[in-house]
């Protein structure tokens, strides 16, 4: 199989092809005891982790909350609020006393995961339940590889390792990276949490490190990419989604196996839809990527409110 250009020009898609590609594949993670978004609106979501429930700013929930704001602070163990000198950061208020860090189990799918939790000053707490439905496609896909060696994959802007869990959980030999270090500390948490070992851990620039493993010629039967809107590298690297996603994409398909393989890559800028992706895919992977699903990431409030968090693109040779 070639990637790319090489199996020519795109072809033109004709109208009743873009109706049947709006109705896209929306992904949303199963029933799960240790999640819940209870309620969405006025930019913020409400959820619980664990034991706790959290208010958090969420810019995509622009429709009213179902419950009254009474409702939301009396079951709040604590609420974020933003800096208003900062657009990220923000102060945690809380309304009952919260241990941190505290730990939720993920046990579905065949995964039995464990991820450590703590409250962030940019509103994050280290998971996003979103992406359950990438673990278990990640481990079916893995278990499902017909490598004769152990397959390999990598994790690019890999953050606290979720995906990398699961990768290694169903016997990968795993390679993560991420650019920050005690975001890497954060993840190792987590495997050992979870009863792992040997994943491999790289404190670097996610777009140096592609290049490296390009010119050491290096392939791996998985992909994994949750690059953000920006970022810097551990010296500086300046990372911008619009300018410099296409060349990392057309270095991931030189790094990607030909035979063997799966590919995932999640978006979570408010400018880009699943269509950019799909061309995207298209233009560095060929004119139809096998077995291809994309769409929107979203989770389900307690009041049938989807809220949408994010498109995906995957594809895999299985």
């Known amino acids: 199989m070639k990637w790319g250009n090489n199996v020519g020009p795109l072809c033109p898609v004709p109208l009743t092809e873009i109706i049947i590609l709006s109705d896209l594949q929306l992904l949303t993670p199963s029933s799960w ?148 270090k005690p975001i890497i500390t954060w993840a190792r948490e987590n495997m050992e949490a979870s009863g792992l070992d040997n994943i491999r851990w790289v404190v670097e620039d996610a777009l140096k490190y592609v290049k490296r493993e390009v010119r050491r010629g290096n392939q791996y039967q998985g992909i994994i990419l949750d690059p953000p809107a920006y970022g810097r590298g551990p010296e500086g690297e300046k990372w911008v989604l619009e300018e410099n996603l296409g060349e990392l994409l057309r270095l991931c398909a030189d790094l990607l196996d030909r035979e063997n393989f799966f590919f995932i890559i999640n978006l979570y800028s408010l400018g880009f839809s699943s269509l950019i992706l799909d061309n995207l895919m298209r233009q560095n992977f060929g004119n139809n990527p096998p077995n291809a699903e994309w769409g929107e990431l979203f989770v389900e409030d307690g009041h049938q409110k989807p809220l949408p968090l994010g498109v995906f693109y995957r594809f895999s040779s299985i």
């Open 33 to 180: 005891p240790a999640y819940e978004l209870i309620d969405s609106g006025n930019f913020e979501k409400l959820e619980r982790f664990g034991d706790y429930v959290l208010a958090r700013p969420e810019p995509q929930a622009i429709w009213e909350p179902t419950l009254p704001a009474d409702e939301w602070n009396r079951l709040a163990t604590a609420s974020f609020r933003r800096d208003r000198q900062s657009p990220e950061r923000g102060d945690w208020s809380f309304h009952a006393p919260l241990r941190d860090p505290w730990y939720v189990d993920f046990s579905q799918d065949g995964l039995d995961l464990r991820f450590k939790l703590s409250l962030t000053s940019f509103k994050h707490v280290g998971l996003f339940p979103e992406q359950a439905s990438n673990w278990a496609f990640i481990a079916e896909k893995v278990k499902k590889l017909p490598t004769q060696t152990t397959p390999k994959v990598l994790n690019l802007f890999a953050y606290t390792g979720a995906a990398s869990l699961a990768a290694r959980q169903a016997g990968a030999d795993v390679t993560h990276v991420d650019a920050v």
